[in-house]
């Protein structure tokens, strides 16, 4: 089964560069230049997911992905908005605008290509992901359990909940603060280094089986999940 991907974008060399990326990756790759054009081909083609940029001519990005979660047809459609750096990135993160990723410009096609398997798989499940595997490591999201190979890894509550949020966001950096939004929640008033003490916890738990590679420092900036090492 291939997948279509709809790519949204007016900017003709950054939207050929995605399709060349997502062709390669085995995707069927459409592409749209406007709002009101995508309007169409969704209705028409029926894409398992859109790549939308926020910057368009006519309705903006944002609106439109509004539009979409307002239409009964396309509440569902998975929708990963493309965002310019700086004020953009942070709205969409800070609004819960009902788009389920975003990709911050310029990125890379490996973390684009990532962002798009990881948010087809989620939805794939209808939404309620059980589970979720990177290499021999799985985590059992109902069973609250991590498998590495044939075994099952003991690991501390605070450690699970944070290993699931990085896998499930692979190849973005997180800082500190904002693991702590996600993680710990945005009630919770802590210290940035209980970060790092969790992230410590969590590499000596995944030492034995060498996936502590994949819980990567960025320095200056804060961690990442990436199985490229
Ligand atoms: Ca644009």
Same mark, same amino acid.
């Given at each position: 089964?291939?997948?279509?991907?709809?790519? !949204? &974008? $007016?900017?003709?060399?950054?939207?050929?560069?995605?399709?060349?990326?997502?062709?390669?990756?085995?995707?069927?790759?459409?592409?749209?230049?406007?709002?009101?054009?995508? &309007?169409?081909?969704?209705?028409?083609?029926?894409? $398992?997911?859109?790549?939308?940029?926020?910057?368009?001519? =006519?309705?903006?990005?944002?609106?439109?992905?509004?539009?979409?979660?307002?239409?009964?047809?396309?509440?569902?459609?998975?929708?990963?908005?493309?965002?310019?750096? +700086?004020? &953009?990135? $942070?709205?969409?993160?800070?609004?819960?605008?009902? /788009?389920?990723?975003?990709?911050?410009?310029?990125?890379? *096609?490996?973390?684009?290509?990532?962002? /798009?398997?990881? /948010?087809?798989?989620? =939805?794939?499940?209808? +939404?309620?992901?059980?589970?979720? *595997?990177?290499? $021999?490591?799985?985590?059992?999201?109902?069973?609250?359990?991590?498998?590495?190979?044939? =075994?099952?890894?003991?690991?501390?509550?605070?450690?699970?909940?944070?290993? *699931?949020? %990085?896998?499930?966001?692979?190849?973005?950096?997180?800082?500190?603060?904002?693991?702590?939004?996600?993680?710990?929640?945005?009630? @919770?008033? %802590?210290?940035?280094?209980? !970060?790092?003490?969790?992230?410590?916890?969590?590499?000596?738990?995944?030492? @034995?089986? +060498?996936?502590?590679?994949?819980?990567?420092?960025?320095? =200056?900036? +804060?961690?990442?999940?990436?199985?490229?090492?």
């Amino acid at each position: 089964m291939t997948e279509k991907i709809l790519i !949204v &974008e $007016d900017e003709s060399a950054i939207r050929e560069m995605i399709a060349f990326n997502l062709q390669r990756d085995g995707k069927t790759p459409l592409q749209c230049e406007s709002a009101v054009e995508a &309007e169409r081909v969704i209705a028409d083609e029926q894409p $398992d997911l859109v790549l939308l940029d926020w910057m368009l001519p =006519g309705i903006s990005g944002i609106e439109f992905a509004r539009r979409l979660r307002r239409d009964d047809t396309t509440r569902k459609l998975p929708i990963i908005m493309l965002t310019a750096r +700086g004020a &953009e990135d $942070d709205k969409v993160h800070g609004l819960n605008s009902g /788009v389920d990723d975003y990709i911050v410009k310029p990125f890379s *096609s490996r973390e684009m290509l990532a962002r /798009v398997n990881a /948010v087809l798989r989620r =939805g794939r499940d209808g +939404g309620a992901e059980d589970k979720v *595997s990177v290499g $021999d490591l799985t985590i059992d999201y109902a069973a609250h359990r991590l498998h590495i190979g044939d =075994g099952i890894v003991n690991i501390g509550p605070t450690e699970f909940k944070l290993l *699931s949020f %990085l896998v499930r966001h692979p190849e973005r950096v997180y800082s500190r603060s904002q693991l702590l939004d996600h993680v710990w929640g945005r009630n @919770a008033y %802590l210290e940035e280094r209980t !970060v790092d003490v969790h992230i410590r916890r969590l590499r000596q738990t995944l030492e @034995a089986s +060498g996936h502590h590679r994949y819980v990567q420092t960025v320095r =200056g900036a +804060g961690y990442r999940f990436s199985t490229h090492i």
